[in-house]
Protein backbone atom coordinates (compact mmCIF):
# COMPACT_ATOMS: atom_id res chain seq x y z
CA UNK A 1 0.00 0.00 0.00
CA UNK A 2 2.88 2.24 1.07
CA UNK A 3 4.61 1.33 -2.18
CA UNK A 4 1.36 1.05 -4.37
CA UNK A 5 0.72 4.93 -5.38
CA UNK A 6 1.99 6.59 -1.94
CA UNK A 7 -1.50 5.64 -0.06
CA UNK A 8 -1.23 5.55 3.88
CA UNK A 9 -4.25 4.31 4.85
CA UNK A 10 -5.23 6.94 8.26
CA UNK A 11 -6.60 4.26 10.31
CA UNK A 12 -4.53 0.92 9.60
CA UNK A 13 -5.81 -1.60 12.17
CA UNK A 14 -6.60 -5.43 12.20
CA UNK A 15 -10.23 -4.44 12.06
CA UNK A 16 -9.44 -3.27 8.36
CA UNK A 17 -7.29 -6.15 7.52
CA UNK A 18 -9.27 -9.05 6.17
CA UNK A 19 -7.81 -12.50 5.07
CA UNK A 20 -9.18 -13.88 1.25
CA UNK A 21 -8.76 -17.46 1.71
CA UNK A 22 -6.75 -19.41 -0.81
CA UNK A 23 -8.88 -21.94 -2.78
CA UNK A 24 -7.70 -25.48 -2.34
CA UNK A 25 -7.08 -27.64 -5.36
CA UNK A 26 -9.80 -28.54 -7.06
CA UNK A 27 -12.53 -26.70 -5.58
CA UNK A 28 -13.78 -23.34 -6.05
CA UNK A 29 -13.09 -20.75 -3.28
CA UNK A 30 -16.66 -21.14 -1.53
CA UNK A 31 -16.59 -24.69 -1.97
CA UNK A 32 -13.42 -24.64 0.16
CA UNK A 33 -14.52 -22.20 2.71
CA UNK A 34 -17.82 -24.23 3.63
CA UNK A 35 -15.92 -27.42 3.69
CA UNK A 36 -12.77 -26.14 5.39
CA UNK A 37 -13.72 -23.72 8.86
CA UNK A 38 -10.52 -23.93 10.52
CA UNK A 39 -10.18 -19.97 9.97
CA UNK A 40 -6.86 -20.55 8.43
CA UNK A 41 -4.50 -17.20 8.45
CA UNK A 42 -3.16 -18.39 4.95
CA UNK A 43 -4.50 -16.15 2.21
CA UNK A 44 -4.51 -12.80 0.54
CA UNK A 45 -4.65 -9.78 2.71
CA UNK A 46 -7.32 -7.39 1.78
CA UNK A 47 -7.28 -3.64 3.19
CA UNK A 48 -10.88 -1.98 4.08
CA UNK A 49 -12.28 1.05 4.83
CA UNK A 50 -10.06 4.27 3.31
CA UNK A 51 -11.75 7.25 5.10
CA UNK A 52 -9.05 8.28 6.32
CA UNK A 53 -6.48 7.78 3.79
CA UNK A 54 -4.74 9.92 2.25
CA UNK A 55 -1.54 9.99 -0.40
CA UNK A 56 1.84 10.89 0.55
CA UNK A 57 5.22 9.39 0.46
CA UNK A 58 6.16 11.02 3.80
CA UNK A 59 8.16 8.64 6.06
CA UNK A 60 6.35 10.32 8.71
CA UNK A 61 3.10 9.40 7.57
CA UNK A 62 3.95 5.87 6.86
CA UNK A 63 5.31 5.19 10.05
CA UNK A 64 2.51 7.12 11.96
CA UNK A 65 0.44 3.81 9.64
CA UNK A 66 2.91 1.29 11.20
CA UNK A 67 2.43 2.95 14.82
CA UNK A 68 -1.47 2.69 14.78
CA UNK A 69 -1.62 -0.77 13.84
CA UNK A 70 1.16 -1.56 16.47
CA UNK A 71 -1.09 -0.25 18.94
CA UNK A 72 -4.15 -1.58 17.66
CA UNK A 73 -2.31 -4.78 17.13
CA UNK A 74 -1.11 -5.55 20.76
CA UNK A 75 -4.62 -3.80 22.25
CA UNK A 76 -6.68 -6.42 20.49
CA UNK A 77 -4.31 -9.36 19.65
CA UNK A 78 -1.70 -9.46 23.21
CA UNK A 79 -0.74 -12.29 22.68
CA UNK A 80 0.57 -12.14 20.04
CA UNK A 81 1.82 -8.77 20.24
CA UNK A 82 5.54 -10.38 20.49
CA UNK A 83 5.60 -11.36 17.33
CA UNK A 84 4.27 -8.05 15.51
CA UNK A 85 7.99 -7.01 14.92
CA UNK A 86 9.12 -10.19 13.91
CA UNK A 87 6.51 -11.30 11.27
CA UNK A 88 4.76 -8.10 10.26
CA UNK A 89 7.62 -5.56 10.46
CA UNK A 90 11.11 -7.27 9.80
CA UNK A 91 9.86 -10.64 7.68
CA UNK A 92 10.79 -10.90 3.93
CA UNK A 93 7.00 -11.36 3.87
CA UNK A 94 6.00 -8.64 5.85
CA UNK A 95 6.50 -4.67 5.28
CA UNK A 96 10.83 -5.17 5.24
CA UNK A 97 10.55 -7.45 2.37
CA UNK A 98 7.69 -5.72 0.46
CA UNK A 99 8.70 -2.12 0.54
CA UNK A 100 12.03 -0.93 -0.58
CA UNK A 101 12.21 1.93 1.42
CA UNK A 102 10.71 0.00 4.65
CA UNK A 103 14.55 0.68 6.55
CA UNK A 104 13.81 4.74 6.78
CA UNK A 105 10.28 4.19 7.45
CA UNK A 106 11.33 1.65 10.05
CA UNK A 107 13.89 3.71 11.41
CA UNK A 108 11.25 7.10 11.82
CA UNK A 109 8.72 4.30 13.69
CA UNK A 110 11.30 4.20 16.44
CA UNK A 111 10.78 7.84 16.86
CA UNK A 112 7.34 7.91 16.45
CA UNK A 113 7.38 5.28 19.50
CA UNK A 114 9.47 7.50 21.30
CA UNK A 115 6.66 10.42 21.24
CA UNK A 116 3.75 8.91 20.52
CA UNK A 117 1.86 9.36 16.77
CA UNK A 118 1.53 12.96 17.44
CA UNK A 119 4.05 15.23 15.82
CA UNK A 120 5.56 17.82 17.67
CA UNK A 121 4.20 21.50 17.48
CA UNK A 122 7.51 23.09 17.31
CA UNK A 123 8.80 25.51 15.22
Not at 47 to 56: E, V
Not at 63 to 82: C, I, K, N, W
Not at 92 to 108: A, E, I, P
Request: cysteine-free.
Amino acid sequence: MHSVGGVVHGDLTSSNIMVRPTSQAGKTNGEAHAVDQDLSLEGEIVLIDFGLATQSIQDEDRAVDLYVLERAFGSTHPRQEGMFAEEVLESQDGYSGSFKGSRVVLNRLEEVRRRGRKRSMVG
